[in-house]
C-alpha cells in the first residue's frame, strides 16, 4: 500500500506541518509504556517518556477546541485510559500526562491494535463519538503491524521533538499483487478507474519509459516493442529505491496533510522530494487545454544545477 500515494503525488515538499489541519476527528494518543521508554533518547540527558510527554503536550496545545481527545497507555501487554476518549479539558489533560509511569513489558506491538480499539470502541459505543485517529507515542521500537494497518486507520504524523509517532516505516518492503495495489489507490485516494491507475504503475516500473524507476516490477510490464503488459492479478511491484527517498522525509513533518476524496482518511498535499523525480524523469501530458513536456535529465547534472542555484 505504501506505494499507492507515490503513484500521483511526486512534488517538492512545503516545510511546517500545521497538526491543526490534520486532527479535525477524534484523537486518541496511544503511548508506549515499556521500560525501554524510561531509557535516556541518544545523545542527551531527556529520558524517552520525558520528550513523549512534551510532544504530547504540543499536541493538546494545537488541536481544535472541539476535538475529542483521549489518552490511552500500553503497559505490561495491556492498554488502560489515563483520560478517557471525552471533550478536551486541558488541565485534566495534563494531568493524566504527568501520572504516565513508564513499567514492564515489551514495546508497542500487535497488541495494541486489539487493546485500543477494543476500549475505544466501547467508548464511541456509550457515548456515540465518530471516527477518531490514532497518535501513536513511542521510541521507534513499535514492532508487529500488519501491513493493512501501516496506511489505513492510522495518520504516519511525526508531531514533535523527535519522538516517532508514525507507524507506516518507508522502505522498499515486500512486494504486492498490482490488482490490491490499483484497488487500494482508487479505494483511498484516485477514484479514475483501475485502468488509468495500472497504467501508471507500470509505466513507472519500465526501465524504457522512466529514466530512473520508481517501481520495482514483478512480471510481464510489456516491452519497448509496445507488447501489452500482464492482467494486474498476474504482476507485483514494491517501491523503487527512488521511491524510497521521496517518501522518506514524511516522518519530519515536512509535508501538509489534508482529507481525501471522502473523508475516511488523511492524504499528504504533497511528497517530500530529496530526490527530484519530476526533474530527471520527466513528464509528458494534456490537461484542461494545458499541454506539459518536460525532457528526462542526468541526475548528477541536475544536482549540479540545484547547487549552483
Excluded at 503511548?31 to 524510561?38: A, C, F, P, Y
Excluded at 513523549?52 to 489518552?71: D, S, Y
Excluded at 485510559?81 to 509511569?101: F, H, T
Excluded at 482529507?259 to 524523469?281: A, C, G, R
Aim: charged residues 20%; glycine residues 10%; contains cysteine.
Amino acid at each position: 500500500m505504501r506505494i499507492c500515494i507515490a503513484i500521483l503525488l511526486l512534488a517538492s515538499p512545503v516545510l511546517g506541518q500545521d497538526i491543526t489541519s490534520v486532527y479535525r476527528d477524534n484523537v486518541v494518543m496511544v503511548v508506549d509504556g515499556s521500560g525501554s521508554m524510561n531509557e535516556n533518547w541518544s545523545g542527551t540527558r531527556n529520558n524517552k517518556m520525558d520528550i513523549a510527554k512534551e510532544a504530547m503536550r504540543t499536541v493538546l496545545t494545537t488541536v481544535n477546541e472541539n476535538t475529542q481527545i483521549g489518552i490511552v497507555v500500553f503497559n505490561g501487554g495491556r492498554t488502560t485510559w489515563v483520560y478517557p476518549l471525552g471533550p478536551k479539558n486541558d488541565n485534566a489533560l495534563m494531568e493524566a500526562i504527568d501520572s504516565i509511569q513508564t513499567g514492564g513489558g515489551t514495546p508497542l506491538g500487535t497488541n495494541i491494535k486489539t487493546g485500543a480499539d477494543a476500549l475505544i470502541k466501547q467508548r464511541q459505543k456509550q457515548f456515540g463519538y465518530g471516527s477518531y485517529r490514532l497518535l501513536i507515542v513511542t521510541d521507534g521500537q513499535a514492532s508487529g503491524w500488519g501491513e493493512e494497518n501501516k496506511m489505513k486507520e492510522y495518520t504516519p504524523e511525526v508531531i514533535a521533538r523527535g519522538i516517532n509517532v508514525d507507524v507506516i516505516g518507508v522502505d522498499m518492503g515486500e512486494e504486492h499483487a498490482l490488482a490490491k495495489i490499483v484497488g487500494d489507490n482508487g479505494g483511498n485516494y484516485h477514484p479514475h478507474g483501475d485502468q488509468a491507475t495500472y497504467g501508471t504503475l507500470v509505466r513507472l516500473g519500465q526501465e524504457w519509459s522512466m529514466r530512473y524507476r520508481l517501481v520495482d516490477p514483478q512480471g510481464n510490464f510489456g516491452s519497448i516493442d509496445g507488447d501489452p503488459p500482464a492482467a494486474m492479478r498476474y504482476t507485483e511491484a514494491r517501491l523503487s529505491q527512488a521511491a524510497v527517498d521521496i517518501m522518506e522525509d514524511m516522518k519530519q513533518e515536512t509535508v501538509d496533510y489534508r482529507p481525501n476524496y471522502d473523508e475516511t482518511t488523511y492524504e499528504p498535499v504533497v511528497l517530500p522530494s530529496k530526490f527530484p523525480s519530476l526533474l530527471v524523469n520527466g513528464s509528458t501530458g494534456i490537461a484542461v487545454g494545458m499541454a506539459t513536456n518536460i525532457p528526462p535529465h542526468n541526475i548528477t547534472e541536475i544536482c549540479d544545477a540545484l547547487i549552483k542555484l
